[in-house]
Protein backbone atom coordinates (compact mmCIF):
# COMPACT_ATOMS: atom_id res chain seq x y z
CA UNK A 1 0.00 0.00 0.00
CA UNK A 2 2.42 2.87 1.00
CA UNK A 3 5.57 3.00 0.03
CA UNK A 4 8.21 2.11 2.42
CA UNK A 5 10.96 4.55 0.98
CA UNK A 6 9.44 8.05 1.80
CA UNK A 7 11.41 9.91 -1.12
CA UNK A 8 9.51 8.09 -4.17
CA UNK A 9 6.41 9.54 -2.61
CA UNK A 10 7.40 12.90 -2.10
CA UNK A 11 8.41 13.29 -5.35
CA UNK A 12 4.93 11.51 -6.71
CA UNK A 13 2.97 14.09 -4.70
CA UNK A 14 5.26 17.26 -6.02
CA UNK A 15 4.32 16.27 -9.54
CA UNK A 16 0.51 15.60 -8.90
CA UNK A 17 0.85 18.33 -6.95
CA UNK A 18 -1.89 16.48 -4.30
CA UNK A 19 -2.06 16.46 -0.60
CA UNK A 20 -0.23 13.35 0.39
CA UNK A 21 -2.31 12.53 3.90
CA UNK A 22 -2.64 9.64 6.13
CA UNK A 23 -1.16 6.95 3.77
CA UNK A 24 -3.37 4.18 3.70
CA UNK A 25 -5.77 6.83 1.49
CA UNK A 26 -3.07 7.49 -0.99
CA UNK A 27 -4.06 5.71 -3.95
CA UNK A 28 -1.31 7.87 -6.04
CA UNK A 29 1.14 4.26 -6.45
CA UNK A 30 -0.49 2.00 -9.64
CA UNK A 31 -0.65 -1.41 -8.49
CA UNK A 32 0.15 -0.67 -4.48
CA UNK A 33 -2.71 -2.77 -3.47
CA UNK A 34 -5.38 -0.01 -2.54
CA UNK A 35 -5.89 0.14 0.75
CA UNK A 36 -5.23 -3.46 1.66
CA UNK A 37 -2.65 -3.94 4.69
CA UNK A 38 -0.02 -5.19 3.13
CA UNK A 39 1.93 -7.98 5.11
CA UNK A 40 5.03 -9.72 3.95
CA UNK A 41 6.83 -12.22 5.96
CA UNK A 42 10.26 -13.45 5.58
CA UNK A 43 10.40 -16.86 4.96
CA UNK A 44 7.85 -20.49 5.09
CA UNK A 45 7.33 -21.22 8.22
CA UNK A 46 7.05 -17.64 9.68
CA UNK A 47 4.46 -17.36 6.62
CA UNK A 48 2.55 -20.17 8.07
CA UNK A 49 2.12 -18.72 10.84
CA UNK A 50 1.07 -15.71 9.76
CA UNK A 51 -1.64 -16.85 7.40
CA UNK A 52 -3.03 -18.52 10.33
CA UNK A 53 -3.87 -15.31 12.38
CA UNK A 54 -4.40 -13.10 9.30
CA UNK A 55 -4.82 -14.82 6.19
CA UNK A 56 -8.73 -14.52 5.54
CA UNK A 57 -9.40 -11.01 7.31
CA UNK A 58 -10.84 -8.82 3.83
CA UNK A 59 -8.92 -6.12 3.38
CA UNK A 60 -5.62 -7.63 4.75
CA UNK A 61 -2.95 -9.68 2.31
CA UNK A 62 0.07 -11.48 3.64
CA UNK A 63 3.01 -12.60 1.17
CA UNK A 64 5.84 -14.43 1.95
CA UNK A 65 9.20 -12.63 0.84
CA UNK A 66 11.13 -15.94 -0.15
CA UNK A 67 10.19 -19.08 -2.36
CA UNK A 68 8.24 -21.42 -0.18
CA UNK A 69 11.63 -23.84 -1.10
CA UNK A 70 14.16 -21.19 0.08
CA UNK A 71 14.21 -23.45 2.82
CA UNK A 72 16.30 -21.85 6.07
CA UNK A 73 17.73 -18.07 5.62
CA UNK A 74 21.22 -18.79 6.77
CA UNK A 75 23.64 -17.47 4.73
CA UNK A 76 20.50 -16.28 2.45
CA UNK A 77 21.10 -13.51 0.06
CA UNK A 78 18.15 -10.70 -1.08
CA UNK A 79 17.20 -11.06 -4.51
CA UNK A 80 15.88 -7.77 -6.26
CA UNK A 81 12.55 -9.63 -6.18
CA UNK A 82 12.97 -10.13 -2.36
CA UNK A 83 13.50 -6.32 -2.22
CA UNK A 84 10.16 -5.71 -4.30
CA UNK A 85 8.38 -7.61 -2.54
CA UNK A 86 9.10 -4.99 0.67
CA UNK A 87 8.23 -1.74 -1.28
CA UNK A 88 4.77 -1.59 -0.16
CA UNK A 89 4.98 -3.27 2.64
CA UNK A 90 2.64 -1.90 6.19
CA UNK A 91 4.58 -4.83 8.05
CA UNK A 92 7.42 -6.76 7.76
CA UNK A 93 7.12 -10.26 9.87
CA UNK A 94 10.28 -11.91 10.50
CA UNK A 95 11.70 -14.86 12.75
CA UNK A 96 14.23 -12.92 14.11
CA UNK A 97 16.95 -14.33 16.81
CA UNK A 98 19.57 -13.83 13.83
CA UNK A 99 17.68 -16.43 11.00
CA UNK A 100 17.21 -13.18 8.87
CA UNK A 101 21.48 -12.32 8.71
CA UNK A 102 20.01 -9.80 5.92
CA UNK A 103 17.58 -7.90 8.14
CA UNK A 104 20.16 -4.44 8.38
CA UNK A 105 20.44 -4.19 4.59
CA UNK A 106 16.21 -3.99 4.87
CA UNK A 107 16.30 -1.48 7.49
CA UNK A 108 18.94 0.39 5.50
CA UNK A 109 16.80 0.21 2.28
CA UNK A 110 13.17 0.38 4.25
CA UNK A 111 14.31 2.74 7.32
CA UNK A 112 10.53 3.86 7.64
CA UNK A 113 9.38 -0.04 7.43
CA UNK A 114 7.40 -1.38 10.76
CA UNK A 115 9.19 -4.98 11.30
CA UNK A 116 8.06 -7.58 14.10
CA UNK A 117 10.23 -10.36 15.51
CA UNK A 118 8.20 -13.74 15.89
CA UNK A 119 10.79 -14.83 18.45
CA UNK A 120 11.12 -11.60 20.40
CA UNK A 121 11.21 -12.31 23.92
CA UNK A 122 11.58 -16.53 23.71
CA UNK A 123 14.45 -17.67 25.97
CA UNK A 124 17.18 -18.77 23.32
CA UNK A 125 19.53 -22.10 23.25
CA UNK A 126 22.76 -21.04 22.49
CA UNK A 127 25.08 -23.31 19.82
CA UNK A 128 27.48 -24.90 21.66
CA UNK A 129 29.90 -25.02 18.28
CA UNK A 130 28.81 -21.38 17.33
CA UNK A 131 28.01 -19.51 20.48
CA UNK A 132 25.34 -18.16 18.38
CA UNK A 133 21.52 -18.52 19.44
CA UNK A 134 19.88 -21.37 17.38
CA UNK A 135 17.09 -19.49 15.87
CA UNK A 136 14.86 -22.31 14.91
CA UNK A 137 12.59 -21.31 18.00
CA UNK A 138 9.40 -22.40 15.67
CA UNK A 139 10.01 -26.47 15.93
CA UNK A 140 8.90 -26.49 19.39
CA UNK A 141 5.32 -26.07 19.48
CA UNK A 142 5.44 -24.02 22.28
CA UNK A 143 7.88 -21.40 20.97
CA UNK A 144 4.91 -21.31 17.90
CA UNK A 145 2.40 -20.81 20.45
CA UNK A 146 4.31 -17.85 21.33
CA UNK A 147 5.53 -16.36 18.69
CA UNK A 148 1.52 -16.68 17.30
CA UNK A 149 1.27 -14.50 20.51
CA UNK A 150 4.10 -12.21 19.18
CA UNK A 151 2.56 -11.77 15.71
CA UNK A 152 -0.91 -11.23 16.49
CA UNK A 153 0.45 -8.27 19.00
CA UNK A 154 2.48 -6.54 16.55
CA UNK A 155 -0.20 -6.48 13.66
CA UNK A 156 -3.00 -5.64 16.19
CA UNK A 157 -0.39 -2.77 16.79
CA UNK A 158 0.04 -1.96 13.05
CA UNK A 159 -3.44 -2.33 12.20
CA UNK A 160 -5.79 -1.81 14.93
CA UNK A 161 -8.92 -2.06 12.39
CA UNK A 162 -8.43 -5.47 12.18
CA UNK A 163 -7.32 -6.14 15.88
CA UNK A 164 -10.24 -8.34 17.07
CA UNK A 165 -10.27 -10.41 13.95
CA UNK A 166 -6.24 -10.80 14.57
CA UNK A 167 -6.73 -12.09 18.29
CA UNK A 168 -10.45 -14.36 17.04
CA UNK A 169 -7.97 -16.09 14.77
CA UNK A 170 -4.55 -16.43 16.93
CA UNK A 171 -6.78 -17.92 19.98
CA UNK A 172 -8.65 -20.30 17.65
CA UNK A 173 -5.10 -21.14 15.81
CA UNK A 174 -3.33 -21.90 19.69
CA UNK A 175 -5.74 -23.82 20.55
CA UNK A 176 -4.99 -26.62 17.57
CA UNK A 177 -1.22 -25.85 18.76
CA UNK A 178 -1.98 -27.17 22.54
CA UNK A 179 -4.08 -30.02 21.27
CA UNK A 180 -0.99 -31.16 19.18
CA UNK A 181 1.06 -30.50 21.67
CA UNK A 182 -0.95 -32.54 24.44
CA UNK A 183 -1.38 -35.69 21.94
CA UNK A 184 2.34 -35.56 20.96
CA UNK A 185 3.77 -35.53 25.03
CA UNK A 186 1.22 -38.63 25.58
CA UNK A 187 2.00 -40.40 22.79
CA UNK A 188 6.17 -39.35 23.19
CA UNK A 189 5.96 -40.21 27.37
CA UNK A 190 6.67 -44.00 27.08
CA UNK A 191 9.33 -44.30 23.93
CA UNK A 192 12.06 -46.52 24.13
CA UNK A 193 14.89 -44.04 23.33
CA UNK A 194 15.33 -40.99 23.23
CA UNK A 195 18.86 -40.75 21.76
CA UNK A 196 18.54 -39.35 18.21
CA UNK A 197 20.70 -38.01 15.10
CA UNK A 198 19.68 -35.07 13.43
CA UNK A 199 20.78 -34.01 9.69
CA UNK A 200 20.83 -29.89 10.87
CA UNK A 201 20.72 -27.85 13.88
CA UNK A 202 16.74 -27.05 13.79
CA UNK A 203 15.58 -29.58 16.25
CA UNK A 204 17.20 -28.53 19.91
CA UNK A 205 13.91 -26.74 20.66
CA UNK A 206 11.71 -29.37 19.66
CA UNK A 207 14.09 -32.05 21.51
CA UNK A 208 13.63 -29.78 24.97
CA UNK A 209 10.07 -29.68 24.40
CA UNK A 210 9.59 -34.12 23.72
CA UNK A 211 12.73 -34.63 26.72
CA UNK A 212 14.67 -36.11 23.26
CA UNK A 213 18.49 -36.03 23.74
CA UNK A 214 19.96 -34.83 20.31
CA UNK A 215 23.21 -36.90 20.32
CA UNK A 216 24.63 -35.54 16.94
CA UNK A 217 24.22 -33.66 14.13
CA UNK A 218 25.56 -34.34 10.76
CA UNK A 219 25.76 -30.86 8.90
CA UNK A 220 27.04 -28.61 11.63
CA UNK A 221 27.02 -25.98 8.71
CA UNK A 222 23.73 -26.23 6.88
CA UNK A 223 24.03 -26.70 3.56
CA UNK A 224 27.69 -28.04 3.52
CA UNK A 225 28.29 -32.02 3.43
CA UNK A 226 30.25 -33.12 6.61
CA UNK A 227 33.91 -33.74 6.76
CA UNK A 228 35.26 -37.28 7.09
CA UNK A 229 36.58 -36.32 10.66
CA UNK A 230 32.86 -35.41 11.42
CA UNK A 231 31.08 -38.05 9.85
CA UNK A 232 33.44 -40.63 11.69
CA UNK A 233 33.21 -38.71 15.07
CA UNK A 234 28.98 -39.20 14.38
CA UNK A 235 29.73 -42.54 13.75
CA UNK A 236 31.73 -43.09 16.53
CA UNK A 237 28.63 -41.65 19.04
CA UNK A 238 25.70 -43.50 17.04
CA UNK A 239 27.66 -46.93 17.70
CA UNK A 240 28.69 -45.93 21.67
CA UNK A 241 24.88 -44.90 22.69
CA UNK A 242 23.11 -47.48 20.29
CA UNK A 243 21.27 -44.61 18.65
CA UNK A 244 18.87 -46.55 16.36
CA UNK A 245 17.90 -43.38 14.35
CA UNK A 246 18.85 -41.14 12.00
CA UNK A 247 16.31 -38.52 11.02
CA UNK A 248 17.29 -36.57 7.95
CA UNK A 249 15.13 -33.90 6.45
CA UNK A 250 13.15 -33.37 3.80
CA UNK A 251 14.87 -30.41 2.46
CA UNK A 252 18.46 -31.52 2.46
CA UNK A 253 19.83 -34.83 0.09
CA UNK A 254 19.76 -37.78 2.47
CA UNK A 255 23.35 -38.88 1.51
CA UNK A 256 25.51 -38.44 4.32
CA UNK A 257 22.19 -39.64 6.66
CA UNK A 258 22.51 -42.61 3.98
CA UNK A 259 26.38 -43.55 4.80
CA UNK A 260 25.92 -43.36 7.97
CA UNK A 261 23.27 -45.95 8.59
CA UNK A 262 25.11 -47.78 6.27
CA UNK A 263 28.33 -48.16 8.97
CA UNK A 264 26.20 -47.77 11.56
CA UNK A 265 23.42 -50.14 11.24
CA UNK A 266 20.56 -47.04 12.37
CA UNK A 267 17.52 -45.99 10.49
CA UNK A 268 17.20 -43.27 8.44
CA UNK A 269 13.92 -41.27 8.79
CA UNK A 270 12.77 -38.16 7.56
CA UNK A 271 11.66 -35.19 10.16
CA UNK A 272 10.49 -32.27 8.88
CA UNK A 273 11.52 -28.73 10.62
CA UNK A 274 9.30 -27.08 8.16
CA UNK A 275 10.93 -24.80 6.68
CA UNK A 276 9.91 -25.39 3.31
CA UNK A 277 6.08 -25.95 1.90
CA UNK A 278 4.00 -25.71 -1.44
CA UNK A 279 3.62 -22.35 -3.04
CA UNK A 280 -0.64 -22.28 -1.51
CA UNK A 281 0.69 -23.62 1.91
CA UNK A 282 -2.22 -24.47 3.55
CA UNK A 283 -2.95 -23.05 7.12
CA UNK A 284 -3.21 -26.39 8.63
CA UNK A 285 0.40 -27.30 7.58
CA UNK A 286 1.95 -27.34 10.40
CA UNK A 287 -0.21 -28.96 12.32
CA UNK A 288 -0.10 -31.80 9.97
CA UNK A 289 3.21 -31.65 9.66
CA UNK A 290 3.94 -32.08 13.81
CA UNK A 291 1.56 -34.98 13.00
CA UNK A 292 3.44 -36.64 10.72
CA UNK A 293 6.84 -35.59 13.13
CA UNK A 294 4.95 -37.88 15.83
CA UNK A 295 4.46 -40.55 13.84
CA UNK A 296 7.86 -40.81 12.72
CA UNK A 297 8.64 -40.73 16.23
CA UNK A 298 7.03 -43.46 17.35
CA UNK A 299 8.15 -45.62 14.26
CA UNK A 300 11.71 -44.58 14.80
CA UNK A 301 12.21 -44.81 18.66
CA UNK A 302 9.05 -47.14 20.56
ZN1 LIG B 1 18.16 -23.96 9.72
Not at 23 to 49: K, M, W
Not at 110 to 133: F, N, R, S, V
Request: aromatic content about 8%; charged content about 25%.
Amino acid sequence: MKPAKAFPALIICAILLISCGAPRESGTIPDAGGNDFHIVTSFYPIYVLTINVAGDIPGVRVTNMTEPQSGCLHDYELSPADMKALEYADLFVINGAGMEAFIDEVKKAYPDLAIAEAAKDIPLIIDEHTGEPNPHVWVSISNAIRQVDNIKKALAEADPAHKEQYSRNAGEFKDKLQVQKDRMHEELNDIRSRDIVTFHEAFPYFAQEFGLNIAAVIEREPGTEPTAAELEETIEIINALGVKAVFAEPQYSARAAETIAAETGARVYILDPLVTGPKDADPGSYVETMEKNLQTLIEALK
